[in-house]
């Protein structure tokens, strides 16, 4: 199947993480998803460590604002950090309590060392990179739910709610937004031909490592290892 | 004159600038700013030099966010980005816009070495330190437009608009918040007798040179140095 | 056994750490080096993560003397940081060589995810946090290497070199003079009784969390996991 | 007169600081050190500033180290870094000793707005944009004393001395250095065509204000402004 248009980075960047971007889009967690078998248990653990990644995502894109170098990349980042911890962190507390899971449970849980890998190569490549670096690790996660959520849109299994949200319009809008933003990001500071740089080559390595942290990730989640 | 009550830090931190916090928030320009003999010009210099501040003064902000260690100190910051970023810029803009001056120019304002000195200075706290660094380098600004506004409400000469602003129910809320916000971030980290520690001793340093900065930036608006 | 004393806070944090301590420290990764059983090709992979690794482990340093803040604490730092990148990295690049690994090779390394979840923890930390924190995230590998020398001093089987340089007086040296500085840094903000205080746990929970990681660094080392 | 060759970056970036690069190479503090008619006092102020001035310089080396992205740019990094604390500092404590100021004087130094303002711009510019960024923030300083010293190579006045130093092969071989390592830095990142993308403007304006802040570090110096 073809790719959302998310944007030239985008295209680029995924194919140049190769094997691995499919190795994390078409997971064996994601399909089980999607066919509905996956167990409700590995779900509640996937809930649970997705709490404490959303904490560190939001530090991520708040620390994007810290670096942006103009007024738009400043209020795109900071809307993002604003939906997150104003609307999407407290819908994530509500619908894990709807699976029984409360907000001391959700606090309390052991962060697993497959999203410490993830959270912190974003939040380090951020801090000791500039913002490209920063939306280079931060991109596999954004755009590749949203790549995940266009081809589950319309699910109707267990996990249909979970389609919906990444399939929606709304997460598909921010995904055409993210994507134009680190398009314009790059031919801001880099100009029109940014693709023949070097710089662009450390970029794509930067998307491909977090590409193969998401695909840790879902191993974590899928329980094959911790 | 009594000191508003924003919290127990600023009360500590307050008096221990010494001279200086006097000296920033009874400066002679906004002591003219009070009895209306600023002139228009420095005035007008002023707004656009504060347009570029408050470009650096949302990111600090946002770095706040980035460093913060719950939930409830990340939705602190990050609504007060947001604020800045989604409200008081696009109010500023209109602000200057009134005063005949536009976006264009505003952008293009050279930053002053007044005001590099006191943005840079506090993100590098922020940046160097952690979350509490940041705050005691962004209290003077803050807590000490605060405490101007509250003595300036009620105002009615040529900038009594200025002093609404600071001096009304929105920006005073927005202190005490702040406030409230650092105690219970000092307490939380330090134990309830933090003010015993070392640490107190430098994050009062921290407050004093800011506070020390914020004098040169009054300097710099009225002229008496770039 | 008994630990090496290291110092106050190695002593407390290492008790925090439970039982992830002695699965770091007495990892099978660490008893086979003991042993001689350790399988070669093992041992050649474990060289070439820990090349990338000593240069994530340098720039931690190179930060901790951004961070410091006083001469003192930049003198200890800096020199450690001169010592790996001008000394330990070459040696490692000879010893490499010794086993038929060029530069090249070593240089084009893949960072496994094992590798990233530990580096960029510690430097995460260091970014988000102050000196402290950097030092909590960086003292599992410092002094946890040392006890582990420390035990297997004197061995004499084929990874005897090894067990040489982490078990001789430099390096020992090192471990004592890090275990001071950390608790010098600690009493400097924090005062004498540092270890009262909520900042305590969480600088402990930093160390816990990074000793975590330094078991699943092992895990990669011996093949259990990538 | 021509300006030392330190290389490409050297060249572009000095000619874009227009006005303000002889501003502040051929400032008056400059011109009464080359005439000796600098007052003592004026100097002894200089020297203390410049003790808190070097902290803060090895702290932006040391955080270059941390951002590097290859063992060259580390050693390089880590080499200014333990040339400045472990060699520098210690002369320049020596040097203060000698005009009779004691160690405890020079650490008790209040640090001066216009040393502020230079030395947290370098360090912000550095944390929150990357390697390249902090090069330029960097390179007034170390590039403009080199320059300055070339000039005033041979000077038999009072401040011969200081002139030996900044003039002498050590210093200068330092500055041919910094220049090597920031235009392979810039080629290895945007390629060999780099100074016609927008990134260069950005830089070439980083180095501007940084210049800026030289001119008033040296007002300062001379008592110009505080």
């Given at each position: 199947m073809t790719a959302p248009d998310y944007g030239q980075a985008f295209a680029l960047w995924r194919q140049a993480a190769g094997n691995d971007w499919p190795a994390y889009t078409q997971h064996a967690f994601v399909e089980r998803l999607k066919d509905g078998t996956l167990p409700e248990d590995r779900f509640l653990y996937y809930l649970k460590q997705d709490y404490v990644f959303l904490i560190h995502f939001s530090r991520a894109w708040a620390l994007a604002a810290a670096k942006a170098d103009s007024l738009e990349e400043m209020q795109a980042a900071s809307a993002t950090v604003h939906a997150l911890v104003h609307e999407e962190m407290p819908l994530h507390v509500e619908i894990c309590a709807g699976h029984g899971i409360d907000r001391a449970t959700l606090e309390a849980t052991p962060e697993a060392p497959g999203n410490l890998a993830y959270t912190r190569f974003v939040l380090e490549a951020g801090y000791s990179g500039d913002f490209l670096d920063l939306m280079a690790a931060l991109a596999p996660c954004v755009l590749g739910y949203g790549e995940i959520g266009a081809r589950l849109a319309g699910n109707t299994g267990p996990y249909k709610a979970w389609c919906d949200t990444y399939g929606g319009a709304d997460y598909q809008g921010l995904c055409f937004d993210v994507g134009r933003l680190i398009d314009a990001a790059l031919a801001r500071r880099l100009?029109?031909?940014?693709?023949?740089?070097p710089r662009a080559t450390s970029l794509a390595h930067t998307f491909h490592t977090a590409t193969r942290l998401e695909v840790g990730f879902w191993d974590m989640a899928l329980g094959a290892r911790a």
């Open positions: 100009g029109p031909d940014w693709a023949q740089l």
